[in-house]
């Protein structure tokens, strides 16, 4: 076999194959003792088809298994032989008609890793946010779970106020005339929810308990009614109730609904966990800069393949946190599609990163040590909540240890990066440009 290598492009190479006679007769009369075995021809038993016969009615079906054979076991062969790191299926281009006694070629072109070797990547300017810590931010979220807390309850107040939960029968007219759909008794309505026709809630605002009021409103347009649509209209409304939400008192007694012993330790609770997420947003930030960095002096072209692969991970992942949120993208005017054309651009960057990051780890020879993966697993386990042996199960097969390694891989050179870099803290209103956000695989 003769086999001619072809640099295409940085990320692709074309093979050109050459088979002799002997290799393509064995592969056309192995396709045939194959068809032959299982073949049903009028008057022949299974098994017992003559050779002519089953080239005069498997001709067609010969070929391509003789072909599959023929292009499968010299292609790998050639990829191993050679080592050329492939990350696409071969795609063959031309090749030769198949027929005994004859030499067969063909030729597959094939996306590969492209050959890098990382340069410029120490002594990188870079900046980082000042971590501040901003009180406000745990009172706020005080107020959040006190507002969940909220029950709603008859307000001893006779005139109704923004926020307030008013009970209303209420009857509209247009032009003089009750239309479908616009009356209704002992309805519940939270003045200032924006959940009537523009102008309605505000008119109750002031209202007494037992006295009623016109309320002239006009129908946007557009309206799911289209009858009503543009149209003024009159509602005759009588405020029956006036309900308030009464959220409970920030005291130690509220802490102890959520398990903890007091309202202090509520508080350094929300404090630590701010700390966390706050510290977690900056430093991945810094870590994008770092790759922006990286990159503008690596340029890479990417294997398409590769950034196919990137997108499929992303539009899983996105569709997988969506879900546990009870949404979809459909739900969100998006389809797999869309999605990939807006992020195509982020999927590229984040190869790039990886590409890049990889040849990283070869030039300066970082290894994977046993007790950093019993590291990794242990956090797995202990971020997820999973028993550490299921964990371990999990990251048995072939395909998740490689990811799992690949990821230690890459947070070491990441963690050997930034000892490199010159790194200058600043404040919040002084960063450059925020770096492009996106998950990486």
């Known amino acids: 076999m003769e086999v001619k290598i072809e640099q295409l492009s940085a990320v692709k190479k074309r093979l050109s194959f050459e088979l002799p006679v002997e290799r393509v007769d064995s592969a056309i009369a192995k396709a045939y003792q194959k068809i032959g075995a299982t073949a049903k021809v009028k008057g022949f038993r299974p098994g017992k088809v003559p050779l002519a016969v089953l080239e005069q009615y498997y001709g067609p079906q010969m070929e391509q298994q003789a072909l599959n054979s023929l292009i499968n076991d010299t292609y790998f062969k050639a990829l191993t032989e050679h080592r050329i790191p492939a ?51 745990i009172d706020d979220r005080l107020q959040e779970m006190r507002d969940g807390r909220a029950e709603i309850q008859p307000s001893k107040r006779k005139s109704a106020a923004k926020g307030d939960h008013v009970v209303i029968d209420f009857e509209g007219f247009v032009e003089g005339t009750p239309f479908q759909g616009g009356k209704a008794e002992g309805h519940m309505l939270e003045l200032g929810s924006g959940s009537f026709i523009p102008g309605f809630e505000d008119q109750l605002l002031g209202m007494k308990v037992g006295t009623a009021r016109d309320v002239e409103v006009t129908f946007p347009e557009g309206y799911g009614n289209a009858e009503l649509s543009g149209k003024p209209a009159l509602f005759k409304v009588e405020l029956k109730e006036i309900k308030e939400k009464v959220a409970p008192e920030l005291d130690d007694e509220f802490a102890r609904s959520f398990g903890l012993e007091s309202l202090a330790e509520l508080r350094d609770k929300l404090e630590e966990g701010f700390r966390s997420q706050e510290e977690q947003r900056i430093d991945g930030e810094l870590r994008e800069r770092l790759m922006t960095a990286l990159i503008e002096r690596n340029p890479v072209e990417v294997p398409e393949a590769l950034v196919a692969d990137q997108l499929d991970f992303m539009v899983g992942n996105i569709r997988q946190r969506l879900q546990g949120q009870g949404m979809s993208l459909e739900m969100m005017g998006m389809s797999d599609d869309s999605f990939k054309g807006m992020y195509r651009d982020t999927a590229v960057k984040q190869v790039q990163g990886s590409l890049i990051l990889e040849a ?55 963690q050997l990066l930034l000892g490199k870099s010159e790194i200058a803290l600043v404040d919040k209103a002084d960063l450059a440009a925020a770096p492009e956000k996106g998950s990486k695989k």
């Open 87 to 137: 990350v696409s299926e071969p795609k063959v281009v031309e090749s030769s008609p198949l027929a005994k006694g004859v030499v067969f070629s063909y030729k597959a072109e094939v996306e590969v890793k492209p050959e890098l070797e990382p340069k410029d990547y120490s002594g990188i300017k870079l900046q980082k946010e000042k971590f501040v810590f901003d009180g406000k931010v």
């Open 360 to 414: 990283l780890a070869r030039k300066e020879d970082i290894r994977v040590e046993a007790a950093e993966v019993e590291e990794k697993l242990s956090e797995i386990a202990t971020l997820s909540g999973a028993p550490l042996e299921a964990v371990k199960k999990h990251y048995s097969s072939p395909d998740a240890k490689r990811g799992l390694l690949s990821q230690i891989v890459e947070e070491k050179v990441m």
